[in-house]
């Protein structure tokens, strides 16, 4: 039998690695579901650094709303939409506004 040399098992020891989560944080998880939700996978990088600056809870409120309509085509450009309009006004529902 022929033993394995070092650089085999660090090479299985990586491949190994890789078939394991690499999601740390929360954020990084929710980053993760808002690109699922929205079926935006491109842009699952984006997803994390909104998720690490704002409100979790916030970003999957807005995301599951917009997931629900029908008549959306671009869920995550209408999901950047609503949040750049919620920082600026407060609201996304644009009959809220004064």
Known sequence: MIKSSGSEKYIK??????KESHVYKKYQMTGIMLAEILSDPAHTSLYIKLAKENDN??????????SERKDVKNKGA????????EKKNGTRNPSNRK
């Open 13 to 18: 020891g990586l491949r190994q690695r890789a």
């Open 57 to 66: 809870e916030k970003l999957m409120q807005i995301a599951k709303d917009i």
């Open 78 to 85: 209408y999901f950047m939409y609503s949040l750049t309009n």
